[in-house]
């Protein structure tokens, strides 16, 4: 196989399924952190400690994915759908880059999050609408990419390639 073979992208629809996947997956590993954390911090109304709690999902989510992107360049959905994270030449991710990405990903929610907050509406269904709504957007922008990245993989230095099922 030639190096261009080795690093061309799965298609939209691979990498979207693989997205659905992974959220079904980090649905278990939140619940677990969220009773960890209001176990140890003696949460006893969900509202209390709210922010605390969002920044220690949030450093779980970046452990999480920081740790399977540089060990292997899959996490568990990713391995599934037969998708790996590399560098743009093809080589396993450093931490700070897989880190810088793991910042950078949250730009697929930060639109639609702050639409929601400028519109100060507290119903759900346009809530999960315009997040629903961002998710799509998002990933459109990849077809303007010549290899079909999506903008956060091209500022953070890296990019989803297609890996063979094994013989």
């Known amino acids: 196989m030639n190096a261009a073979t080795d690093l061309r992208a799965p298609s939209l629809r691979r990498r979207l399924a693989c997205f659905v996947y992974e959220g079904v997956l980090l649905f278990g590993v939140l619940m677990i952190a969220g009773y ?17 709690l969002q920044v220690f999902l949030f450093v779980i989510l970046g452990i999480y994915f920081v740790w399977f992107w540089t060990h292997g360049g899959q996490t568990v ?20 880059r ?38 799509v957007v998002w ?18 230095g890296t990019r989803l390639i297609a890996v063979d099922p094994p013989r």
Request: aromatic share 14%.
């Open 36 to 52: 960890l954390f209001s176990s140890l911090s003696q949460q006893r109304h969900a509202l209390n400690n709210r922010h605390g």
């Open 77 to 96: 959905a990713m391995k599934a759908w037969r998708i790996r994270l590399v560098d743009p030449a093809g080589r396993p991710l450093t931490q700070p």
């Open 139 to 156: 990933s459109m922008l990849a077809w303007l990419h010549p290899s079909r990245q999506f903008l956060h993989d091209l500022l953070s």
């Open 98 to 135: 897989a880190f810088l990405r793991y910042v950078l990903s949250w730009l697929w929610f930060v639109p639609a999050l702050l639409a929601v907050w400028l519109w100060a509406t507290p119903d759900t269904g346009v809530i999960f609408g315009a997040l629903f709504a961002g998710v």
